[in-house]
């Protein structure tokens, strides 16, 4: 079985404690933003807004 599909927006964050009403629900989605830097370079990279990008650093909002 392949996992749900969810808006590219959104990253899955794992979770130890379910937090839907469904137990075998253990991930909850968390609004996402490109980095603008990874983007201007061609590459894909979602990001939670107000952290660093884990593939180049550069802080995103």
């Given at each position: 079985?392949?996992?749900?599909a969810h808006p590219p927006h959104l990253l899955p964050v794992p979770t130890e404690q379910p937090i839907h009403p469904s137990p075998k629900?253990?991930?909850?989605f968390v609004p996402g933003t490109k980095c603008?830097?990874?983007a201007a370079r061609g590459k894909e990279?979602?990001?939670?807004p107000g952290r660093l990008c884990g593939q180049c650093g550069?802080?995103?909002d």
């Open positions: 079985m392949s996992p749900p629900q253990r991930n909850m603008p830097t990874c990279v979602w990001v939670i550069t802080p995103c």
